[in-house]
Structure formats: C-alpha cells, structure tokens
C-alpha cells in the first residue's frame, strides 16, 4: 500500500504568498472599483511579472479567484479563505431601483449576499446584479453582483450606480469642468453624456463586485 506523504497540503488551502496576493487584489477592488492588472500586482507585491501570473494562476485553480480571458482587468474574487469567511455580514440585493422610491424599500429587496464586514463600515452597503456587457472591461460581467456603498457624490472615475431619469446604470463617472459622461468599460457600447437638463442622481459607488454563481 503506497502511504502519501506526512504534511502535504490539500490543494485548495491557500499559502501566505497566496494569501497576500488575494488581500492586495481585494485591497484594489475596494479602493478603485476595478481589479488590478498583473503588472499592477506585481508592482504592489514587489515581485516579478512572472510570479505575479503564477500566483493568480494558483488562485484561480483553487477557486478563490475568476479570470476573463484576454483582458488586462479581468479579475474576480469569487471565494474567501475559510478563517476569513466568518468576518462576513450580509447586504440587500436591491432588485429594482427607481425614481421617488427610496432603495431599501422591502418591496425592492430581492435578496441578501454576505459580504466583508470592512466594507460596510465606511457606510450603508446594498448589492444590485448586473444585466448586460457595457462594463465587463472593468471585470464586471453580466449576473454579476456588484457591492455598492450607499453615497451622493463621487470622484471622476469612480464606477457608480447613477439614477438618469427614471433608469438606474452602472458606469464611470466623467468629469471634467462643464462635462459629465457615464462611460462604458467596453468598446461596443457610447458613454452617456449628461446634459444639464439632465436629471442625474449618484447613488452610490463600486466597491466590490461578486461571482454568486462561481462562472
């Protein structure tokens, strides 16, 4: 009988360096609202290029993190580690958001998502799923959650959930002096330019975005 060797590790048990790689992607989620690219990474970790690919590829492998094929953004933390989970609090997912109705309404609450409870204790944090392809650029695909804190202004380049009019969108605000555009992270799609006889409320920023269904 072949005995297997004392102290190897179970494939999907996450190493330091692993573990510090998923903080940093995690850290630049929070801080941008996008992921990092691998030169990015590397620069944060201080590593090579090359250790930066071999990291996320171990992450990904072990089903900690999803990565889009042939684009520079296109990492998604779709699990935690184990020790980190408990530190999770759950957020509504607002299914529906509209003009005049206040967003927690129960009648707009679809659902809960757990999410790290660091995020929610900058502000009140709500969840909507994505519909459609206008930001996957920016590692947000369609049936994704994106994690929103709850605020009415935003800096230029922050993803944010906008209220123009009656619809409610995702994207990246653009400012600059008299100009304002909600702008796609894909090439397929016009940004929206919003005039001054625009009705444009912010109502919050992307702070962190969720895989539920691990694609």
Known sequence: MTQKP???????????????????????LHQRG???????????????????????????????LRREPRKARGLAIIREPEDEASDMVPIPIVGEVAAGQPI???????GEVLVEAKLVRSGRCFALEITGDSMVDAGINDRDLVVVRQQPVAESGDIVVALLGDEATVKR?????EKIELRPENPRHQPITVGPEDELRI???VVAVRNPGGR
């Open 203 to 205: 109502l919050g920023k």
């Open 173 to 177: 605000l653009y400012i600059r002096e």
């Open 6 to 28: 004392r102290g190897r590790r179970p494939l999907k048990e996450i190493t330091g360096p692993q573990r510090r790689t998923l903080k940093e992607i995690r850290r630049f």
């Open 104 to 110: 927690f309404a129960q009648e707009n609450i679809i």
């Open 34 to 64: 996008f992921p990092p690219t691998i030169k990015e990474l590397a620069d944060i970790l201080g590593i090579s290029h090359a250790s930066a690919h071999d990291q996320v590829n171990q992450l990904v492998r072990k089903g900690y």
